[in-house]
């Protein structure tokens, strides 16, 4: 049953490319405020369940809710209109932008730019006195700072993160860890994040979701004892 207690709710989704289906009968909820790791070696098909959460690939069948709306057949944009921010592992920041502009195109107009900006450059302070500069200059750690600030800039209600630390050095790593906690103790933001980076993972998540072969295999909370050794199990095979 679908209640207004979870951001997401997923049940029996199948999806995949064209006549290839890579996810089998994917089903899973987020409590509204929780925030969820989606582990699995590369080619499970992780990338793939955001996407079609985003509405970038067709369902072949099962549904998604976004709390009590039905968002099974909704386009991307009217996705995002439900408050759904997407940081995709592709780092889709327009290179030939300043900084300002891409941050800007996570707002709907430009009288929330001077109050967002100020609560995001909070935990990403080395944009205070950079927004001129095109974002196609940023160094690799950078641009990630600036997908998940953009991100951050809308609000979202759901922020979904695809492999944001992939490449990046601890300390920006650190960063983006710190921005993501501060989001979600500031404004009780739900997250589901798909990690390759497990120590991250584990920091900055409530419960683990392990998929294999488009299905999920196994589950629970990071807090519990044997959580790292049973994800590294997995992925180890």
Request: positive net charge; contains cysteine; hydrophobic residues 40%.
């Amino acid at each position: 049953m679908i209640t207004s207690t979870y951001t997401l709710s997923i049940d029996r989704v199948a999806s995949g490319y064209k006549s290839s289906i890579v996810l089998q009968d994917i089903s899973l909820s987020i409590q509204a405020g929780e925030s969820v790791a989606l582990l699995g070696k590369n080619g499970m098909g992780k990338s793939t369940l955001l996407k079609t959460i985003m509405g970038y690939l067709p369902k072949k069948r099962g549904s998604v809710h976004l709390a009590d709306r039905d968002a099974t057949r909704m386009p991307p944009y009217q996705i995002a209109r439900c408050g759904v921010a997407y940081a995709a592992q592709e780092q889709p920041l327009f290179q030939d932008l300043s900084i300002r502009d891409n941050l800007r195109l996570g707002l709907a107009n430009d009288g929330q730019f001077d109050e967002r900006f100020d609560s995001v450059t909070e935990v990403f302070p080395v944009f205070r006195s950079r927004l001129r500069q095109h974002a196609g200059t940023l160094s690799g750690g950078e641009q990630k700072m600036l997908l998940v600030a953009r991100a951050l800039m809308m609000r979202p209600t759901l922020l979904l993160l695809d492999e944001i630390t992939e490449g990046l050095q601890p300390s920006v790593i650190d960063r983006l860890a710190q921005a993501l906690l501060w989001e979600r103790e500031r404004r009780g933001t739900t997250m589901l994040i798909v990690e390759q980076n497990v120590a991250f993972a584990l920091k900055v998540a409530d419960r683990y979701l392990m998929l294999k072969q488009g299905s999920i295999v196994d589950q629970g909370h990071v807090h519990e004892p044997d959580a790292a050794t049973r994800i590294f199990e997995h992925l180890k095979v």
